[in-house]
């Protein structure tokens, strides 16, 4: 069962973002930009497990903890008004110009002759651009029907983009289909002695929460094959507690997602000799930046599940890992400290062998390294098609 979950917090969000707080620390709870998918996966299994309990008295045994950390969570993804938003993809440059902002394409192009760099690889391009304009602030999240446009056509010429104007999340931008970074609410807070009910001297704290307003949600695809705890899907509508400072959220169960490959994309890499790899949430890869599935020595490897299709990997546009940890409440103590490939990280590859149509098997899937971590929602992919020759690259003698 595949069922879509929107996720409505009636107060700022908490997502912390792992820097320290605590009594004689920092008295700042800080937060992230967007949530990591494990607060939301621990959040939805809680949520299903706390459902399912009452029938075994309320007590999350081994069993139960096992079956719930094999349901598959996606996300979380950014509703506005019923649309889905995605994290921008990092394969641009933003740049103002007379005719307004476009988005410049970011692509891999070999060195020139005589020249070199240090990338890891002999295999690997560095990352070029067709412009010498001054960068600009760029949309953080862009709707499914403008980032299909993004994979589906790469031209030199890019794609025009909105004036943010100093504006976050409104009707104008969201019919434009771009939307900026939720605004962030800060709020003071004190200790208070349970005995007294007066104030702790000294417990004078701030936390800091996403804002979504009426509007905007956050949107999971979870996937169950557990039938009693697919049940507890049916028809999902109630508050559960969500983020730092247990704030409330509705939980809602919706019909009318279609998680599918647009079918663009799928015409646009019927037949392509290279194609875009954009992660859709943020990655878990035991070599760092490097999926598990790309031999390190050769830069060359098959996508899971796609035996037939072999692609060699010519460069990538990421960002500054970001540390991700926790507390494990299955174990009761500190997840180790890991780095993640941000979302919106773009690998590139050459076709050597097979048709990447398959690929639209794997749209929105996980290729994480770990299976859990695949479970808990991290590196969902989607997929695109880019031409080689637009930068001046291609192997020789094409």
Known sequence: ???????????????????????????????????????????MRTLLGNRSAPARN???????????????VGGPFFSYQGQLFWQAPRDLLPVGDDDGIRARPLRPQPCASGAGCNLPHAELWPIGVNTGAKPTLAPAFWSSERLADWLAEDSAAGLALPSLDGASVG??????????????????????????????????????????????????????????LAAQLAGL????????????????????????????????????????MLLATPALFDQGWLPGWVEPSSMRGTPPGMPGLWLRLRGATLERWRPISGWDLHARG???????????????????????????????KSISDNPQDCCDGFGLVMWGRWDPRQMGGGRSGE
């Not at 309320?58 to 598959?72: C, H, N, T, Y």
């Open 1 to 43: 069962m595949i069922a879509a979950v929107r996720i409505s917090p009636r107060d700022p969000l908490i997502a912390r973002d792992g820097r320290p707080f605590s009594p004689g620390g920092s008295n700042r709870v800080r937060c992230l930009d967007w949530p990591y998918p494990s607060t939301m996966a621990g959040a």
């Open 58 to 72: 309320g007590r999350f045994d081994e069993a139960l903890i096992s079956r719930l950390k094999r349901v598959e």
């Open 171 to 228: 009707q104008k931008a969201a019919q434009e289909g771009y939307l900026s970074h939720l605004p962030k609410e800060t709020r003071v807070h004190v200790g208070i002695d349970h005995y007294s009910g007066t104030a702790q001297e000294g417990l004078l704290y701030q936390t800091e929460g996403l804002v979504f307003g009426e509007d905007a949600a956050l949107m999971l695809r979870v996937e169950v094959s557990d039938v009693e």
């Open 237 to 276: 509508r109630c508050l559960a507690t969500l983020g730092g400072e247990r704030r409330l959220a509705e939980f809602m169960a919706v019909d009318g997602i279609d998680w599918s490959m647009p079918r663009s994309v799928s015409q646009a890499l019927a037949g392509a000799r290279a194609v875009r």
């Open 334 to 364: 500190p997840k180790a400290g890991r780095r993640l490939a941000p979302a919106g990280s773009v690998y590139f590859f050459e076709v050597e062998q097979g048709d990447p149509a398959a690929l639209a098997e794997l749209w929105l």
